[in-house]
Structures are given as structure tokens and as C-alpha cells.
């Protein structure tokens, strides 16, 4: 990571085992976890990108690279699926909703070549957790430090919309990924399709929550099991282009994640 994006001592996962003062609270894991959790997650990416579980998704993100739009054409398509990408000690973890047939689908990493992820990475890089501004293919220098970008569903659907069943199908790799993020805190979830499937995520995770579940809204704030959940609007264009979601709001949001990302996670 470079120094422009500054140093994040305040947010750095703690050593040793202790549980949360107060009860709540992930306790924080010891370094043989961490190691496990690493390991194990670089073993979840790969299964990830090799599944083929449904057709529909795996028909259209194949086609996408077929006939790419003008300004793609002759580039190589990643046209598989999507693995979360990021700094594997996160105490933050972002969660979206599906790459984008000609964004993530074909650079092979989530929110990576397209509208946006600049959007998106220029946020992440003012708030001190990318290494620079753009995010435009893998090997381009781009780095997370404290922060873990995923989706709810690792194959681009047609009109960004799968299924129920297709995101039944796909939300065990997001609860599994979860779990592997031993440091993580902090859930942003990008769009109110991300906030229900965060929230499945952590009752797969970390047992049932309490009834009504938390409502999204942009700049909403919820305890989520041992979790604190923010939402924002997407960062996609139709609100970054209409002004629902700008960048001024989006800073805010993630402001908000680092401090309660320093104060472990506590909403309390
Ligand atoms: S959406 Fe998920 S479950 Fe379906 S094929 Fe893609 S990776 Fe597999």
C-alpha cells in the first residue's frame, strides 16, 4: 500500500484472544486462527471460481464475454465467478450485490472496471483503505488495508437481478467468507440487497437475530450479532449520476465504519 492512503494503526486487529469487554463482540482472534482463517479463505476464492452451480448465471456471464460492448472488444473476459478480494485481517467488509457483466466479470475482481467501482475505490482511498483512487484490472497496484470487498452473488445476472434461487445458492459462499474474516467488525452494505443478504450472513454466522430484522436506508446503523451494519445507497450509476448518492454521503458512511471499526465494532 502506498503512503497516500495513510496509516490505520487505530483500526489494526488486536493479538491475543479476548472477548469483547461487555459481552458483545467478536472476540478478537489469535494468530494460529488468523493463519487458519487466511488459509482457509484462499482455498473458499478458489472454489469459488470454479462453480458452475447455475446455469442461467453461468450461461449470461459466458455470453457477456462472447459479445462484449464495442470499447471491450478483443480484451479477455474473466467470465467466471467473482471472489471477495481484499485485505484478509479486514475489520471492515463491504458487501455488495453482483459483479457487472463488463466490470467484474471481466477483470475478474469485484467492482473493478467499471463506473462503479470508481465511484467506489476513490471513497475507500480518501477514507485511508485503498492504496489509490482507481481500481481498473488485478496487478493494476491496487491494495485494501482494513477494508474486504464481496457480493451476495459472485455471478453477473442479467439486469443485475438473480434470482431468489440463484442467490439462495450462492449466499453460502458469503456466510463462509464471514466467517473467515476473523477480524472483521464492520459490515457496509451497498444497497439494501446487500444489507438482507449481510444480515443472513451473520445469522449463518453467528446464530439468529432478533425480530424485526434492521431496515435499510442510506447512513442506517444497526447491531448485528457481534456485528455493527451500516448501509449506504449503491454506488452504482443511476444514484451516483442522479445525485441519490453522492460523494459527500458515501464519505460519511465510511468515516463511520472506521471509528466504530476502532472501537471494535460497538454500537453501544
Ligand atoms: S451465482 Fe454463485 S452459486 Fe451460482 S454459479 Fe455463480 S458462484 Fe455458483
Redesign the pocket.
Known sequence: MDEEAGTLPDIAPRTGGSATPGGRGRPDATAPERARAAVALAALTAE?TA????PR??AWREAAAVNPPARFRGERYWAR?VPGWGDAAARIVLVGLAPAAHGGNRTGRVFTGDRSGDFLFAALHRAGLASQPTSIRPGDGLELRGAYVTAA???APPANAPTPE?RD??AP?LHRELALLVDARVIVALGAFGWVAALRAVEATSGRLARPLPHFGHAAEAAAGPFTLLGTFHPSQQNTFTGRLTVEMLDAVLQRARELAASRGSVE
Open positions: 469459488i462453480c458452475r452451480a447455475c448465471l453461468v465467478p452473488v459472485r455471478c440463484e445458492r450462492c459462499f
